[in-house]
């Protein structure tokens, strides 16, 4: 993450104005009019749905510095092909170099789709902008897109909480060559489900992953970061290992620690060994740390699959009386 001296200066010259300012509240009429109404940095806007059902035909462009989209359900069905549902950039002209985002957050909202567009995206190309993309997620479902929640540019330190992603083609996605992106993401209580893939990590990112759920996804996760996690696996046999270990040029390779409070259930195994692995790594430099507790998951070989190592206990497959 790089960070500039004389952004954090213009920084402490705006706080007590962003501080002090009311935030204003959009009225209903439609989700793009009621962003386009609210006013400029540095009045924090709330966009409030009351709890109302919008059909979207175009994308809804958030400025994470200035707004809270909040209680509603957006119905994406009809988005072009391509596109995502929210992007949340302050690329373009005027926008503050600020580090003034805490209190902005996409909260209390439903997001359906279709299976060629993308849910929610952060992305900021504008490399002048150095926290251009990061706004928290809170009591939020995503379902039905090719791709559930990309992390892009100018993506980090923010967190998800309460978030429920299913039933997509890729719950999370992580884009390739991120631009000062992925430092410590964290996820409390999100639940990445029912996906075709639950996370595909191109990027190399560094999630957190706190009291969450990776619940039968085809295959679990993709990882290319340091990944923590703190939670519950579960799936049926996989017919190929469920999580692939990878190591990107210049990055710190996918590793994957799981704390002794988690658990990964293969169900439908009666607590023998479902596969030869549970895990593929093409990298020496990739690692698990595995005090897991486990049922089904220890393979007929070993746990690990590839040069990388494994560190910690892989309990033996339970075998019931």
Known sequence: MQ?????ILAVASMVAVSISTSPAIARPN?????IAACPAWP???RVDLNGRVYRLQNTLHLNPLT??????VLDASSLPDGQPAILVSSDGKGQPESYDTASNSIDHLVLTGQSKADGIVLDNKDDDNIRAAAITLENVSISGF????TFGNHAYVFGLSHVQIHNNATGIYTIPNPSDAGERIALEDVNVFNNTLGVDDEGGMELDWLASRLDYNAT??????PWTFDGHIELAPPQTPPIRLHALVGKPAGSLYMTTGS???????????????WV??????STIQFPAQTYGVRGKIGIMNGPAAVYGPAFPAFNPH
């Open 220 to 225: 679990t996760a993709f990882i290319s970061g």
């Open 30 to 34: 439609d989700p793009a009019a009621m």
């Open 3 to 7: 960070v500039h001296s004389l952004k």
């Open 263 to 277: 658990i990964i259930l293969v169900n439908q195994s009666g607590g023998k060994a479902s596969s030869d692995y």
């Open 280 to 285: 593929q790594s093409d990298s020496p430099y």
């Open 43 to 45: 009045a924090h806007c």
């Open 146 to 149: 090719r791709r559930g929640l």
């Open 67 to 72: 707004t809270t989209l909040t209680n509603g």
